[in-house]
């Protein structure tokens, strides 16, 4: 994949990151007030899920950024381990971030806990963050220095 493409994946994948923090800083921790001011939700279970939205959403921008290295790395290395840290970087997102915020609103909107997304999906996207990791550097490791411009 050309270095463009993955700046652009990481550029809209930061986008959607600052737009999921500021909602669970303001719609979701309001939500969340109001539920355990009810009584429907214990204190604890609040600050879990606020703890769990802020770790998700952190954890997406922190790749977000990476896969924007990967595209500019991109430009001056070539090495298929950057199209497979940018693919590890993206499929780290969806499991680990997207999966752990689908828990939490699932929990805050049914009370139900999906133990499936916990136990199977966010720990598998933590696992692809760290193979994007090693893959970024093997990449620079073993990669050619590569001129895009001829």
């Known amino acids: 994949m050309y270095g463009s493409k993955w700046i652009r ?26 539920k355990t001011e009810a009584g429907s939700m214990t204190t604890e279970v609040m600050s879990k899920v606020l703890e769990n939205w802020s770790t998700a959403t952190e954890y997406m921008m922190y790749h977000s950024i990476a896969i924007v290295l990967v595209g500019l790395v991109s430009a001056h290395i070539c090495s298929k381990l950057l199209t497979c840290a940018g693919s590890f970087f993206t499929a780290g997102i969806a499991g680990f971030s997207l999966g752990l915020l689908s828990y939490n609103i699932l929990l805050i909107t049914s009370g139900t806990k999906v133990i499936f997304l916990v136990a199977a999906v966010v720990p598998l996207g933590g696992v692809f963050f760290i ?13 050619k220095t590569c001129d895009v411009y001829q």
């Open 131 to 143: 193979v994007g990791w090693v893959c970024l550097a093997a990449a620079l490791w073993t990669g």
């Open 9 to 34: 994946i990481g550029a809209i994948s930061g986008a959607l990151g600052v737009s999921l923090g500021a909602l669970g800083a303001h719609a979701v921790k309001s939500a969340l007030e109001e």
